[in-house]
């Protein structure tokens, strides 16, 4: 629920605030949806020479799975705004490019066939080394595509470990999402009517997530450290994107 008079009235209570990046001048008040990704723990282990072409296949499906995910994603951008489905192909275009014979692919398959470990071991560290290059550079569009490589990476991770992706529109209407990170993608596809706002432990005020959210009018803090494991699925919360906060109310 967006009500600036009522998130006056109840930030003015004792409460325990956490700090991100705000991306708009708006905020929201609502029961937090607490999603975990499933992610954070990368299956690692040997894989045997004989071996490594059924896993260099496993890794080529699960890339063929996510390029068709990009293909029915940009599908639906018929419901979105003109300026959102503008923004949204472009970077589904980006990424769709890096799922077709670029360096990031084939450094993960030369770590699955030289190293001889499993394709989402491989996978993690080829996204490490490439963001870890980028980030020596203090520039806001080479941070950019640190931000769309890991997003790539992990939507081929999501195929490799048949993660569920979160079905949005069954959360209660009036939640906020808090969740370790949100791709550019999925938020999106969010219906600005069900979802009242977005907290990320990830992410930051000029990455493209915060564009699609900000053309959607949807109150956004992210880059919040470990904030899922400090609010608890249902808590009160009040998501202050002017100001960069994020406030339970039952702490």
């Known amino acids: 629920m967006k009500n ?16 991100g990046s705000g ?17 954070s723990q990368v299956p690692k282990y040997h894989v045997a020479k004989i071996d490594i072409p059924d896993e260099l296949k496993r890794f080529r499906n699960a890339v ?36 077709v014979s670029t360096r990031l692919l084939s450094g993960i398959e030369k770590n699955i066939a030289e190293l001889n470990v499993n394709a989402e071991a491989a996978l993690e560290i080829v996204v490490e080394e ?26 081929i991770l999501r195929q490799l470990m048949k993660t569920p992706y979160q079905v949005y529109s069954k959360i209660p209407k009036g939640s906020i999402i808090v969740a370790q990170e949100l791709s550019p993608a999925d938020t999106a596809l969010m219906d600005p009517a069900n979802i009242a706002g977005l907290v990320t432990e990830q992410g930051g005020s000029d990455g493209h997530t915060a564009i699609m959210a900000r053309s959607l009018n949807i109150p956004a803090v992210l880059g919040v ?6 609010i608890c699925d249902g808590d009160t919360i009040i998501v202050d994107s002017d100001n960069g906060r994020v406030i339970d109310l039952e702490r």
């Open 130 to 155: 490439v963001a870890q290059g980028f980030e020596k550079v203090k520039d806001a569009y080479l941070a950019a595509r640190v931000q769309d490589i890991k997003d790539v990476g992990s939507r």
């Open 23 to 39: 991306i708009s001048m708006s905020a929201a008040i609502g029961k937090a949806h607490v999603i975990n990704s499933g992610l």
């Open 64 to 99: 063929a799975k996510a390029q068709k995910q990009i293909v029915r994603l940009k599908a639906k951008t018929g419901s979105l705004t003109d300026a959102t489905a503008e923004e949204l192909e472009l970077l589904l275009d980006a990424h769709a490019a890096m799922l």
């Open 225 to 230: 450290t470990k904030i899922i494991s400090k």
């Open 4 to 19: 600036n008079s009522l998130i006056q009235k109840q930030s003015s209570k004792e409460q325990t605030v956490f700090l």
